[in-house]
């Protein structure tokens, strides 16, 4: 979920993450497609404001739509209220220096390093038109 060139983030990239890569669309897909009726997920994430609002409650009128992650806010609000499993959110260290990861931090790493790698070369589609 690129958006608009004006908007691209590392912010961005963490909600789209939570959204798409976090599991919340393959979530509801393996719950509906296997009956599942509760549970629970552990979100991990090193964004600290990516996990504060990405169940942000939305407040009517205009202010909703200056943010720039307002489609992904109200996206990951409207598959959290439709999985039947409780979603807990919890902070990860990014860019851990400790000698001994934890698997979450470990997981991290991988995810910065491909996170970098398409950032410097995108795939032709995604590049701005010059």
């Not at 789209?16 to 976090?22: A, K, M």
Request: proline share 4%.
């Amino acid at each position: 979920m690129d958006g608009h060139p004006e908007f691209i983030s590392a912010y961005r990239a963490e909600l789209s993450g939570i959204i798409l890569i976090l599991v919340l669309y393959i979530t509801t897909a393996i719950c509906a497609h296997h009956g599942i009726t509760h549970g629970s997920l552990i979100l991990y994430c090193a964004s600290k404001s990516a996990l504060r609002n990405f169940c942000k409650r939305m407040y009517k009128g205009l202010s909703p739509f200056q943010y720039s992650v307002f489609d992904l806010i109200k996206t990951t609000q409207h598959l959290l209220e439709h999985l039947p499993i409780k979603v807990t959110a919890k902070w990860v260290k990014g860019h851990s220096t400790s000698r001994i990861k934890t698997i979450q931090e470990e997981l991290n790493d991988i995810a910065d390093y491909m996170a970098g790698k398409y950032g410097k070369h995108p795939q032709p589609q995604h590049m701005l038109a010059r």
